[in-house]
């Protein structure tokens, strides 16, 4: 079975300073990992997703993401924070035999002026 | 490509009446799912398709719902009869295949009072 746990429930940042939302996975097999962004009342956006090419992931808006097997993290990082970043963070994981998507709790990201 | 459409945006309806989702994959997807959202459960896989075919609804919640997918194009989640708790934000999102990005639609929020 797979699994994604995010570690923090609510981060707190001021605008301008780094941004660390931390996920960790299990599965038993290679895993495609995936962080999505949801602002207030909207979807959710693919921000990126790992596929098992390069280990450091670039996505949109800034934002990146490094897959550490050794560690099974996937922690997402941004190294200066918008006030247009607050929104909730969901970690994904996506079986590559099934194609099925499970999240974690979520993380939701307070950008203070 | 006008995304994963749902439909309708929101839905205000009595406990024990019927309820039906709509949604629309984009083109030439093969995979389906639907996930509900709450506060407190986050988000909740209830369903996937595979070509057409479930392939898992151990996420379905009771026999209440169910869902089907008679065509490539088109999927319904229903619930019969609806009951309060039932209220949540229902998402489908599609897939081109195992593994790839899963693209979102912006989601049907369900009142049942």
């Known amino acids: 079975a797979q699994s994604v746990t995010q570690l923090d429930s609510h981060v707190s940042v001021s605008e301008g300073t780094p941004v660390l939302l931390r996920c960790n996975y299990s599965?038993?097999?290679?895993?495609?990992l995936f962080w999505y962004v949801q602002h207030p009342n909207k979807g959710l956006q693919l921000l990126l997703k790992?596929?098992?090419?390069?280990?450091l992931v670039k996505g949109i808006n800034g934002f990146e993401a490094e897959f550490k097997k050794s560690e099974t993290s996937f922690h997402l990082t941004k190294p200066s924070a918008h006030m247009s970043d607050a929104a909730e963070y969901f970690c994904?994981?996506?079986?590559?035999?099934?194609?099925?998507?499970?999240f974690g709790q979520g993380t939701t990201l307070q950008v203070k002026p | 490509d006008a995304g994963v459409i749902q439909s309708p945006r929101h839905e205000v309806t009595e406990m024990g009446q019927e309820v039906t989702l709509r949604c629309k994959p984009i083109s030439g997807h093969n995979s389906l799912f639907w996930y509900r959202q709450t506060m407190m459960r986050g988000l909740e896989l209830l369903i996937y398709f595979n070509n057409n075919v479930p392939i898992d609804d151990s996420g379905m919640p009771e026999d209440r719902f169910s869902a089907k997918m008679p065509n490539a194009s088109f999927s319904t989640l229903k619930i019969q009869p609806s009951e309060p708790r039932d209220s949540a934000v229902y998402f489908c999102a599609s897939s081109p295949g195992q593994g790839s990005g899963y693209t979102f639609g912006s989601g049907t929020r369900l009142t049942v009072v």
């Open positions: 599965s038993s097999y290679s895993p495609s």
């Open positions: 994904g994981i996506g079986s590559s035999n099934t194609g099925k998507l499970i």
């Open positions: 790992y596929t098992s090419a390069a280990t």
